[in-house]
């Protein structure tokens, strides 16, 4: 079975500080990794994703990921936190072998203090 | 573009009635996949439809059921309603390639009140 978690449901942070949001994966091979946002009422959009080779992949809007085989993580980073930056981050799987079925961790909810 | 759209944007039910929710899929996109995501979680995968045909299903009881039409949207079907079906209903759209990854585009959602 393929699992997500994301440890921190809330995270708040100042705007213009830097920002890590946890995500820990269970999976039985290498699995295609994503991060999802969503803002209220809006659907999910994704900033970035790995398949594989380079563990450290860039997104959208500034945000990077680094892929950890060895700690099954993905955390999400961004240097300077933006006040837009404040919505629902979702972390993702794709296992292979067919189908592409998305397995999602609970969330974690950002809001930027000015 | 107008990318994945979703009809309608908002439906309010009581226990016992029947659904229906639509997506059109992004222009190019052949496969589409149901969501269902509950106040507070993540979203959960009800089903993936390719070429009319239901692929691959996740942990949802028969009460929830689909289609997929030759212009490859979709709709969703959900009979007796539980107020436990509340939730926002998103549909994703990609293009089947391979067995490969094929990138999901998320429609904005159809938000379900089962009252």
């Known amino acids: 079975a393929q699992s997500v978690t994301q440890p921190d449901i809330h995270i708040t942070v100042s705007e213009g500080a830097s920002l890590e949001l946890r995500c820990n994966y269970s999976y039985g091979a290498t699995p295609y990794l994503f991060w999802y946002v969503q803002s209220p009422g809006q659907g999910l959009q994704l900033l970035l994703k790995?398949?594989?080779?380079?563990?450290l992949v860039q997104g959208i809007k500034g945000f990077e990921a680094e892929f950890k085989r060895s700690q099954s993580s993905f955390n999400l980073r961004k240097p300077s936190v933006h006040w837009s930056d404040a919505a629902e981050y979702f972390c993702a799987l794709q296992g292979g072998g067919g189908g592409n079925k998305l397995t999602f961790g609970t969330g974690t909810q950002l809001k930027v203090e000015l | 573009d107008a990318g994945v759209t979703q009809s309608p944007t908002h439906l309010i039910k009581t226990r016992g009635q029947q659904v229906t929710l639509r997506c059109s899929p992004k222009?190019?996109?052949?496969?589409v996949s149901w969501y269902q995501q509950a106040l507070g979680q993540g979203p959960q995968f009800i089903f993936q439809?390719?070429?009319?045909?239901?692929?691959q299903r996740g942990n949802f009881p028969d009460r929830f059921s689909g289609h997929q039409f030759p212009n490859y949207s979709s709709e969703l079907n959900v009979n007796a309603l539980l107020l436990g079906d509340s939730a926002l209903y998103l549909c994703?759209?990609?293009?089947?390639?391979?067995?490969?990854?094929?990138?999901?585009?998320f429609g904005p959602g159809t938000r379900l009140t089962v009252l």
């Open positions: 790995y398949f594989s080779g380079d563990t």
């Open positions: 994703a759209s990609s293009y089947r390639r391979s067995q490969a990854y094929n990138e999901q585009f």
């Open positions: 222009s190019g996109h052949d496969t």
């Open positions: 439809y390719y070429e009319e045909e239901e692929r």
